[in-house]
T-cell receptor, first 115, second 114 residues
Framework: AQSVAQPEDQVNVAEGNPLTVKCTYS??????LFWYVQYPNRGLQFLLK??????LVKGSYGFEAEFNKSQTSFHLKKPSALVSDSALYFCAVRDMRDYGQNFVFGPGTRLSVLP | DAGVTQSPTHLIKTRGQQVTLRCSPKSGHDTVSWYQQALGQGPQFIFQ???????QRGNFPDRFSGHQFPNYSSELNVNALLLGDSALYLC?????????????FGQGTRLTVV
């Protein structure tokens, strides 16, 4: 069975500092990995994905993530945080062998960027 | 181009009642999935519809049912509502099977069962 862990419920960072939101996953086969962001009273917005190829993927709003197969991790990063980045972040995984292609989401990490 | 649209945005129901939530997918998408997001948790997969049939189902009871129409829009029905069904219900649409693309989510329907 697929699973996703986000070990930190909350991450606090000062504006202008780099940020990291951690994610580890478990799948039987090769993973498709995704990051989504959720602002208050909104649905989920796609940030980036890893399917295959380069382990460092770049996404929307200056975010990037690094796929590490040996550590089964897919941490989200940004070199310089903005107050507007404050939101709830979800890591999700999909097994390449999953015909139905549904996502398994982590519990979420709340990012607070302090001015 | 409109993204994924859901209606209504908010809903209050009484225990034991039935509810229907609606979703229109993003243009060009033919696959619709429904997720339940309880407060403080990540979204949980309910089921997925493709070609008007339920293709995959998560760990939800039969009280949760759905439908997909020929125009790819979808409904989620929940019977005999329980207090624990209170949650944000998210609809997601995506391209056809086999394409490694992300899903696009609607803004959700906030269901409160009292």
């Amino acid at each position: 069975a697929q699973s996703v862990a986000q070990p930190e419920d909350q991450v606090n960072v000062a504006e202008g500092n780099p940020l990291t939101v951690k994610c580890t996953y478990s799948v039987s086969g090769n993973p498709y990995l995704f990051w989504y962001v959720q602002y208050p009273n909104r649905g989920l917005q796609f940030l980036l994905k890893y399917i295959t190829g380069d382990n460092l993927v770049k996404g929307s709003y200056g975010f990037e993530a690094e796929f590490n197969k040996s550590q089964t991790s897919f941490h989200l990063k940004k070199p310089s945080a903005l107050v507007s980045d404050s939101a709830l972040y979800f890591c999700a995984v999909r097994d390449m062998r999953d015909y139905g292609q549904n996502f398994v989401f982590g519990p979420g990490t709340r990012l607070s960027v302090l001015p | 181009d409109a993204g994924v649209t859901q209606s209504p945005t908010h809903l209050i129901k009484t225990r034991g009642q039935q509810v229907t939530l609606r979703c229109s997918p993003k243009s060009g998408h033919d696959t619709v999935s429904w997720y339940q997001q309880a407060l403080g948790q990540g979204p949980q997969f309910i089921f997925q519809y493709y070609e008007e049939e339920e293709r995959q189902r998560g760990n939800f009871p039969d009280r949760f049912s759905g439908h997909q129409f020929p125009n790819y829009s979808s409904e989620l029905n929940v019977n005999a509502l329980l207090l624990g069904d209170s949650a944000l219900y998210l609809c997601a649409s995506s391209f056809p099977v086999g394409m490694n693309t992300e899903a696009f989510f609607g803004q959700g329907t906030r269901l409160t069962v009292v």
